[in-house]
């Protein structure tokens, strides 16, 4: 069974977004590029004991957590289901266990409702996600160009030129740990918390850069391709052999900063060397690493070294939310995308084309 596009002869009416790809339970309302609600129910501290994502306490905790949030998302925004145009859900990648939670939900709502559905990558939404600005937040295409854009994430670290909307090619991606991998495992070595990435952020701002000397792997390849699994190990190596440094409070600043230094240099590099290639004059950056304080300056700085424009997805929209899931199916929709049928399956390892 396929949804069928909206009917031209009803007036344009809001639509509504699932996100479950990993731990956040997430429910949005878009309507007109307008994000009237955007309710996220996270499971960081369920997950905290165990140092990390916990698949199957993740899809339980979905299923807990999605029809208040759906209820909460549709309250905040004024609207009755009813009046819903479309639903849409993230199909991919992610947790298969979790993704099968939101996907099912939509579909089903679309069913019963006889509204269209669109399955929805959830990189993709990534990719448009540093054009999501305000307060409230909405979705901004007019001064849309093209542009490189770094994912970077716990789960994922890839470069993408973004050739028109809606049009864009994978120029490289991690071959082993992602960035915000990297940033949590280093960080459990060093006896953080779960997840380790805002707390190095928070520690680094007040440790020196420069007093540790890190490994920058894959800095200076000749491709796009990133690997932090060997940064990861040498801090292991490391602290092996200087457990010392474990019992000083200065000596973790410095630490934090050291690592931090070491992945946010390979980042910049990567993103500002593609976009002086391809000849762009954007740089765009989403994912919940974008969120990192030193990434974001240091982009910042280095953009406005090289001449280039530069779009960061605020930090409300860095971390899974739906609302950048309904943004994307809002932008397909008014290009007449081909809808997902409402038989489809989830796509836990669906590559960005």
């Given at each position: 069974?396929r949804?069928e596009?909206?009917?031209?002869?009803?007036?344009?009416?809001?639509?509504?977004a699932?996100?479950?790809?990993?731990?956040?339970t997430?429910?949005?309302?878009?309507?007109?590029?307008?994000?009237?609600?955007?309710?996220?129910?996270?499971?960081?501290?369920?997950?905290?004991?165990?140092?990390?994502?916990?698949?199957?306490?993740?899809a339980?905790?979905?299923l807990?957590?999605?029809?208040?949030?759906?209820?909460?998302a549709?309250?905040?925004?004024?609207?009755h289901?009813?009046?819903?145009?479309?639903?849409?859900?993230?199909?991919?990648?992610g947790?298969?266990?979790?993704?099968?939670?939101?996907?099912?939900?939509?579909?089903?709502?679309?069913?019963?409702?006889?509204?269209?559905?669109?399955g929805?990558?959830?990189?993709e939404?990534?990719l448009?996600?540093?054009?999501?600005?305000?307060?409230p937040?909405?979705?901004?295409?007019?001064s849309?160009?093209?542009?490189?854009?770094?994912?970077?994430?716990?789960g994922?670290?890839?470069?993408?030129?973004?050739?028109?909307?809606?049009?864009?090619?994978?120029?490289?991606?991690?071959?082993?740990?992602?960035?915000?991998?990297?940033?949590?495992?280093?960080?459990?070595?060093?006896?953080?918390?779960?997840?380790a990435?805002?707390?190095?952020?928070?520690?680094?701002?007040?440790?020196?850069?420069?007093?540790?000397?890190?490994?920058?792997?894959?800095?200076?390849?000749?491709?796009d391709?990133?690997?932090?699994?060997?940064?990861?190990?040498?801090?292991r190596?490391?602290?092996?052999?200087?457990?010392?440094?474990?019992?000083?409070?200065?000596?973790?600043?410095?630490?934090?900063a050291?690592?931090?230094?070491?992945?946010?240099?390979?980042?910049?590099?990567?993103?500002?060397?593609?976009?002086k290639?391809?000849?762009?004059?954007c740089?765009t950056?989403?994912?919940?690493?974008?969120?990192?304080?030193?990434?974001?300056a240091?982009?910042?700085?280095?953009?406005?070294?090289?001449?280039?424009?530069?779009?960061?997805?605020?930090?409300?929209?860095?971390?899974?939310?739906?609302?950048?899931?309904?943004?994307?199916?809002?932008?397909?929709?008014?290009?007449?995308?081909?809808?997902?049928?409402?038989?489809?399956?989830?796509?836990?390892n669906?590559?960005?084309?």
């Open positions: 069974m949804g596009f909206p009917d031209p002869s009803r007036p344009n009416m809001p639509l509504l699932f996100e479950t790809s990993c731990d956040e997430s429910a949005a309302v878009i309507h007109e590029g307008r994000v009237l609600a955007n309710a996220v129910a996270s499971q960081i501290d369920l997950h905290a004991e165990y140092g990390g994502v916990v698949p199957e306490l993740a339980r905790e979905h807990r957590n999605l029809a208040p949030i759906v209820r909460a549709l309250k905040e925004a004024g609207i289901a009813n009046q819903l145009e479309a639903v849409c859900a993230t199909q991919g990648p947790l298969p266990g979790a993704l099968l939670a939101g996907l099912k939900a939509g579909q089903a709502m679309a069913f019963v409702l006889r509204r269209p559905f669109l929805i990558h959830h990189h939404a990534h448009y996600s540093p054009w999501i600005v305000g307060d937040l909405r979705g901004d295409f007019s849309f160009e093209p542009n490189v854009s770094l994912i970077v994430s716990g994922h670290t890839i470069l993408v030129h973004v050739e028109a909307e809606l049009r864009h090619r994978v120029l490289g991606s991690t071959v082993d740990d992602a960035a915000g991998e990297c940033f949590d495992k280093t960080g459990k070595l060093m006896g953080l918390g779960y997840p990435g805002p707390l190095i952020d928070q520690l680094a701002a007040e440790g020196n850069p420069k007093a540790f000397d890190f490994p920058r792997p894959m800095i200076n390849s000749n491709d391709d990133f690997s932090f699994s060997g940064l990861k190990t040498s801090v190596y490391f602290l092996r052999d200087r457990p010392e440094l474990l019992e000083d409070r200065q000596a973790i600043r410095d630490l934090c050291s690592v931090q230094a070491a992945i946010v240099d390979v980042l910049v590099a990567k993103v500002i060397r593609a976009a290639r391809l000849g762009v004059n740089v950056a989403s994912g919940g690493v974008t969120c990192n304080s030193s990434l974001r240091r982009l910042a700085t280095a953009c406005q070294k090289a001449g280039l424009n530069l779009r960061l997805a605020p930090n409300r929209v860095c971390t899974d939310n739906a609302a950048m899931i309904g943004i994307l199916a809002e932008r397909k929709l008014l290009q007449k995308t081909a809808m997902t049928p409402l038989d489809a399956d989830i796509m836990p669906w590559e960005l084309a």
